[in-house]
């Protein structure tokens, strides 16, 4: 009977190349929520905007294929008179967080917002996104479709 020891001869365990992936994974997961949080905190410190969409928004993401549902924070700055950014944070399953930037386009009629835009969120997440959204300095609604999944979210403005 031939018992092989783990570490013995033909088998041996790549500690090494697994911490430094978890290692990888951590720094990647670290750095898009602590810059998500940085702007989340200076967005919810300011006063809330009254004639635009930039600063907080908080909300839900629901899809429309699987059912799947999560809360949602976004934090919007204008970047030109018909670009804004939008960095988002979502959560999946209670217990995943997943931290992103769109672009989106558009223009202002009246008080309204109308505005698309795309996000590259990664193979695991998805792919490319796309984006077509309506706001208001108080209600931000939007869908999003991708090649695996589509829905739609709701945010309002967080209370304080």
Known sequence: MNARKIGSAGFQPAPALAGQVCNLLLVLFLTGCSTFH???????????PTNTIDG?????????????????????????PTT????????FLKIFRYTYLATLNGQQTNNTFTLEGT?????LAGGIYTYKATATATNFTSTYSCKYDHGSYQMARPAK
């Open 119 to 123: 996000a590259n969120l990664g193979k």
């Open 84 to 91: 804004f950014r939008a960095h988002y944070r979502a959560r």
């Open 56 to 80: 907080p928004w908080v909300g839900e993401w629901h899809s429309d294929k699987n059912g799947h549902h999560g809360s949602l924070r976004c934090v919007v700055t204008q970047t030109s």
């Open 38 to 48: 940085h702007d989340w905190k200076a967005a919810t410190s300011a006063p809330i």
